[in-house]
């Protein structure tokens, strides 16, 4: 009776191995294992070769789960049952209530006990650590598949058949949407495994790649321009006032841009001779589209010596420039300066103040909106021109997604601020 029950707790142990095994690898992460491997891992490189081939793994396992079941249920019913049943009733149970009683106890406790032992805490165990089981089971299930090679193989072609029947014929698809990256990195950083600043910087990265040059760039309107058809002491006096480093040159026409110039260059050039020509400093800076993507902006700002990118239309029309720092805000947030007005002011009634020139996806991911990835707006007030379908009056609102935006003020034909406020429900 020892050895039967014995037997009886080793196919359990073993149905919970295997079933250990199938949760493992399964889900075990494609780009954790390959880097185990590098690192010289067989047991990751195994693991890898079968989560390429779930068909023939999964078949594997399951002849095995199969077969331990039926010896499982073969000992439970025909040996231990039979013999609690003839126990029941040499303790003067009738034969007909020792066999029910008999087997139904063993039938019960070996179903519990292949729940706890054969299912939940093994699968448990490989959803705590799937890459490390994974690496430690795998060369286990190679053999096993070995020893069953022609069962696994007919398992897998008849399942592979059936699939095709149902229109799933295709492999499996390992794809990862933006949302789930970032669920994965809310999850690391509750784990601790990142800083919420580290966070903020990633969500950053992957906001600036999904952005054009029109939503980076600093607006024509905003940008200040040499222009080479200026007398030389206008051009001396705007180049000492001006706070940048570098502007853009233009030829007599605003949309002439022939290239930029650094400030002290100018300045150094005006201080040995007061008739400097400043045609002589302009250095040629790269040219894109406004619906160019900011990875490929970067790429052209990195080959060039300027660190500034001129934004024009498809019409040829000068738009605005891009800067290092345009790109490094897009990433980090803006920077405080005392001339520079905040994005989003928080008032004490919790309604928010929004500046029009607040990019799209940063006011979306602000106030929780869905972020409309092929919207043709790029700033707050595009979202709001896109609502009103006009140029609004001050006062003009409109109510969307929970959210009531008014326009709070104008600067000419530009919205310039937006007040959003929570839609108390009737």
């Not at 201080?271 to 900011?294: C, H, S, W, Y």
């Not at 019409?315 to 605005?320: K, M, N, S, T």
């Not at 800067?323 to 947030?333: H, Q, R, Y």
């Amino acid at each position: 009776m020892y050895l039967e029950i014995a037997v009886i707790v080793i196919l359990t142990v073993v149905n919970g191995l295997l079933a250990m095994s199938e949760l493992a690898v399964v889900s075990s992460r494609s780009a954790r294992l390959r880097l185990l491997a590098e690192q010289g891992s067989t047991g990751a490189a195994t693991a890898l070769r079968l989560a390429e081939h779930p068909g023939r793994f999964l078949s594997t396992v399951q002849i095995g789960i199969t077969l331990v079941g039926v010896l499982s249920g073969a000992f439970s019913g025909a040996t231990l049952g039979a013999r609690l049943s003839g126990w029941l009733a040499e303790r003067g149970l009738s034969q007909g209530l020792a066999e029910a009683f008999g087997v139904g106890t063993v039938v019960v406790a070996i179903t519990y006990l292949s729940l706890i032992i054969g299912e939940l805490v093994p699968k448990q165990i490989a959803l705590k650590n799937p890459e490390r089981v994974a690496v430690t089971v795998a060369p286990a299930m190679v053999i096993l598949s070995k020893l069953g090679a022609p069962l696994v193989w007919l398992l897998d072609k008849s399942g592979t058949l059936i699939l095709a029947l149902l229109g799933q014929k295709g492999g499996a698809t390992d794809t990862l949407t933006e949302e789930e990256v970032k669920s994965i990195i809310a999850d690391a950083e509750t784990a601790g495994v990142i800083e919420q600043d580290e966070r903020e910087l990633i969500s950053g990265v992957m906001r600036l790649a999904d952005r054009s040059a029109r939503a980076l760039m600093t607006p024509r309107r905003e940008v200040e321009v040499i222009d080479l058809a200026d007398d030389p002491a206008a051009i001396r006096e705007q180049v000492r006032l001006s706070r940048r480093s570098r502007l853009p040159v233009a030829d007599g026409n605003a949309d002439a841009i022939v290239g930029v110039v650094m400030a002290k260059d100018v300045m150094d050039g005006f201080a040995a001779n007061p008739k400097f020509e400043v045609r002589g400093l302009v250095q040629q800076a790269p040219i894109v589209l406004d619906r160019t993507m900011a990875l490929d902006v970067l790429r052209l700002m990195r080959a060039s010596r300027v660190h500034m990118t001129l934004v024009f239309d498809e019409y040829g029309h000068f738009e605005g420039i891009i800067t290092a720092n345009d790109m490094l805000e897009a990433i980090t947030g803006a920077f405080d300066d005392e001339d520079d007005e905040k994005a989003i002011v928080t008032r004490a009634d919790g309604s928010l103040l929004i500046s029009g020139w607040m990019p799209a996806d940063e006011f979306a991911h602000a106030l929780g909106l869905p972020n409309q990835r092929d919207a043709e707006y790029e700033t707050a007030a595009g979202f709001a021109l896109t609502a009103f379908q006009h140029l609004p009056e001050v006062g003009e609102s409109f109510e969307q997604n929970g959210w009531r935006f008014e326009v709070v003020d104008l600067d000419g034909r530009r919205i310039d601020k937006i007040l959003a406020s929570r839609v108390v429900p009737a």
